[in-house]
């Protein structure tokens, strides 16, 4: 009886250990940072067919076709860039009144900005909703301005808009970081 139980333990062992799943090497791959300036999308990043391809079960709370939140993102910071506060508002569900009181104020009161470029990670679900409808993007920003070069790291929480057609920033937090 006990040689049964001594031959049983391993493949109960094995039974319960299963490999990752496809899906995994989908996200892996998504995974590879998206860099852009904000000036203008050079299209260095990875193959944007297989990008959307892994990113459609987290982007699915919004309709077919619409940008990543990455995109909008960089959409976003070349807004602030060139100071069109009609088009970095728009991509927030309620802008901020105030640039001063924004989630972003430290990118919004930089002076004499030269470039701001963004470095974005693969999204997070930050409800129990499937599909999500609130995601963090983690982000890495870097502005050079004519006082110098700051460096910033947190996330954007981003939302479906209200129609579904595209994301839109709920919230942000934003730390200055050291080299």
């Known amino acids: 009886m006990r040689r049964i139980l001594f031959l049983i333990a391993p493949l109960v062992l094995l039974g319960c250990s299963r490999p990752a799943a496809q899906a995994t090497d989908d996200i892996a791959a998504a995974s590879a940072p998206v860099a852009a300036t904000a000036a203008a999308d050079t299209g260095t990043g990875p193959d944007s067919a297989a990008l959307q391809a892994s990113d459609v079960p987290l982007l699915s709370a919004v309709v077919d076709g619409a940008e990543p939140p990455s995109t909008m993102l960089n959409r976003y910071v ?65 502005a050079v301005t004519t006082n110098g070069t700051f460096r910033f790291g947190g996330w954007y929480r981003v939302q479906p808009s209200s129609d579904g057609s595209a994301w839109q920033i709920q919230s942000a937090q934003l730390r200055p970081t050291l080299d």
């Open 78 to 142: 070349a807004a602030l860039l060139n100071r069109d506060r009609a088009a970095s508002d728009a991509a927030w569900t309620i802008p901020p009144g105030d640039p001063r009181h924004a989630d972003d104020a430290a990118l919004r009161q930089l002076q004499d900005l030269r470039t701001l470029r963004l470095h974005s990670d693969t999204p997070i679900a930050r409800d129990e909703r499937q599909p999500p409808q609130l995601l963090e993007v983690p982000v890495q920003i870097r």
